[in-house]
């Protein structure tokens, strides 16, 4: 190097010193206005430099924090988090941005957010850090009370959506249950009707087998015109109670006489023919005969069917 070129790389230039002075001055101004903290840290963290921008976000003075510890002031809760973050950093040898709790002169603490551009040597040792530090108390806020929100949102849509489901279970318990209300009221009306009808063709069939037959013999005997009398209103009463079932049971019957509605019913009832026969003071032959009509007309002559069984169906 000449003389000439010492001399305009001479530190003591008063050119050269005009300049960094004028350097100085911009570095001071920014650091002075800048809202965000910057300072620099070595590698176990002890601050060498810190801007006056720390004292207007953590109450601190500068020189109240140069020389002492930077994680001193991270929140215990985080300080595991953060070792582990900056011992990535640099074992990596990159830039780390990362978010922790930073105390307070007051006591309390704020939400900041750290971005670390690691620093070198001239041999390319690394050996410390500039750290632009920010607080975002107000962002943390805001996503806590986002989450919140959308918490009690999710909340509320699974309240909603179990009360639907509970009352979806209600409405198919119920379901079930007037089916099966609905099925056993049917089953009982059914045999409501099934009981009904069995009455009628009992009541039917001892008016029409039993007692009228013993009127009508009652009736051929010598008798005074009052007890004639008294028979005669008791077989109309009698006619009047069966006359609906005997029109419900005579239209199964649309082919038979009277005379074999009454057997069929006698039949129906367990008589033989000889009790038959006795019970309306006919003869026997008559009754065998009675009893051929009736399996012609039900089509079952050629059938080994029993006459009563048969009958027993016609309900």
Request: aromatic fraction near 6%; hydrophobic fraction near 35%; glycine fraction near 4%.
């Amino acid at each position: 190097m000449t003389e000439g070129n010492r001399k305009n790389t001479d530190i003591s230039s008063p050119r050269l010193s005009s300049e960094m002075a004028e350097i100085e001055k911009v570095h001071s101004l920014i650091s002075d206005h800048v809202l965000d903290m910057v300072s620099q840290i070595s590698l176990d963290g002890i601050f060498f430099y810190v801007s006056p921008s720390h004292e207007k976000v953590l109450g601190f003075e500068p020189a109240a924090l140069r020389g002492t510890c930077a994680y001193d002031l991270v929140h215990p809760d985080d300080l595991e988090a953060t070792l582990s973050i900056v011992r990535a950093g640099i074992a990596n040898r990159t830039p780390l941005k990362f978010e922790y709790q930073s105390r307070h002169r007051a006591g309390h603490y704020i939400w900041t957010e750290a971005n670390a551009n690691p620093l070198f040597t001239d041999d390319g040792r690394l050996w410390g850090a500039i750290l632009v530090t920010r607080d975002i108390t107000q962002r943390k806020e805001a996503e806590t009370a986002l989450w919140q929100t959308r918490y009690e949102l999710e909340q509320k849509v699974r309240e909603r959506t179990e009360g639907i489901r509970r009352r979806q279970l209600e409405l198919e318990t119920k379901n079930r249950e007037l089916e099966e209300l609905n099925t056993t009221l049917k089953i009982l009306l059914n045999q409501r009707e099934k009981d009904k009808r069995d009455m009628a063709d009992n009541v039917l069939a001892n008016v029409r087998g039993l007692i009228l037959p013993c009127i009508d013999k009652m009736k051929s005997h010598r008798l005074d015109a009052g007890l004639v009398a008294c028979l005669t209103a008791i077989e109309t009463s009698l006619a009047q109670i069966v006359s609906p079932f005997s029109r419900r049971l005579t239209s199964q019957y649309t082919l038979l006489t009277p005379r074999e509605i009454q057997i069929a019913y006698l039949i129906k009832e367990g008589r033989n023919s000889k009790e038959i026969a006795g019970l309306l003071d006919i003869s026997l032959p008559t009754i065998e005969f009675h009893r051929h009509n009736l399996r012609q007309k039900l089509g079952i002559d050629k059938q080994k069917i029993n006459l009563r069984t048969y009958l027993m169906t016609l309900d």
